[in-house]
Structure formats: structure tokens, C-alpha cells
Nanobody, 117 residues
Framework: QVQLVESGGGLVQAGGSLKLSCAAS????????LGWYRQAPGEQRELVARITTTGSTVYADSVKGRFTISRDDAKKSVFLQMNTLKPEDTAVYYC???????????WGQGTQVTVSS
């Protein structure tokens, strides 16, 4: 069982930045594929970014060039640096972990990000 706890959300003006963090309880953290997802009101949950065990990354088109996902296996953490935030980035952001690509099994409780115009 893996527990994930996100932090770092909040209210920011358009154009601003936030850094989300997700701390994991996994014993062998480095073997997990990790991702950040988001869900806006009335919308389906969508992938924002993911990172493999070797550090390869994939981003949603809407965040390319603005967001950066990273991981620190020693600290059992995954991060999402969000720059040039837009009102449409407003959502609850979730971190996720799984043992296969595109197969998240464990989810955090989510952290709210609100971008004002």
C-alpha cells in the first residue's frame, strides 16, 4: 500500500507560479511511475504530466513549456512546478503512482489550485 500526500496548492494570480509537492510512503519509491492529474468542476480528470522510473517525462499539450514534473527518489517525492499559470489551470490536482506506465494505482487526496484573472 502506498500513501500519497500533496501540498503546495493555493490561490494565485494569472501569470504567477506554484510548486506542488507529493510525499509518498512507498518502501521502494524508485520503482513507481508517477504522475500529476487534475480535475476541474464538471470535467473529467485529466493527465497533466507523468514521469517514468528513468526520468522520462510527458506533458499535456495545454501545459507544455509552463509546467515541469520532477522526482526525488531519495526523498520519496514528486513535484510539479507550475509557471505562467492561467485561469483555466484552476482545478484539484492529484498525484498518482503505479507500477506500470499509464496505470496509476494509488492516488493522493488532492490539492486545490485556483488561478484568478
Amino acid at each position: 500500500q502506498v500513501q500519497l500526500v500533496e501540498s503546495g496548492g493555493g490561490l494565485v494570480q494569472a501569470g504567477g507560479s506554484l510548486k506542488l509537492s507529493c510525499a509518498a510512503s512507498a518502501t521502494f519509491f524508485s520503482i513507481y511511475y508517477l504522475g500529476w492529474y487534475r480535475q476541474a468542476p464538471g470535467e473529467q480528470r485529466e493527465l497533466v504530466a507523468r514521469i517514468t522510473t528513468t526520468g522520462s517525462t510527458v506533458y499535456a499539450d495545454s501545459v507544455k513549456g509552463r509546467f515541469t514534473i520532477s522526482r526525488d527518489d531519495a526523498k520519496k517525492s514528486v513535484f510539479l512546478q507550475m509557471n505562467t499559470l492561467k485561469p483555466e489551470d484552476t482545478a484539484v490536482y492529484y498525484c498518482a503512482a503505479g507500477l506500470a506506465l499509464n496505470s496509476p494505482r494509488y492516488w493522493g487526496q488532492g490539492t486545490q489550485v485556483t488561478v484568478s484573472s
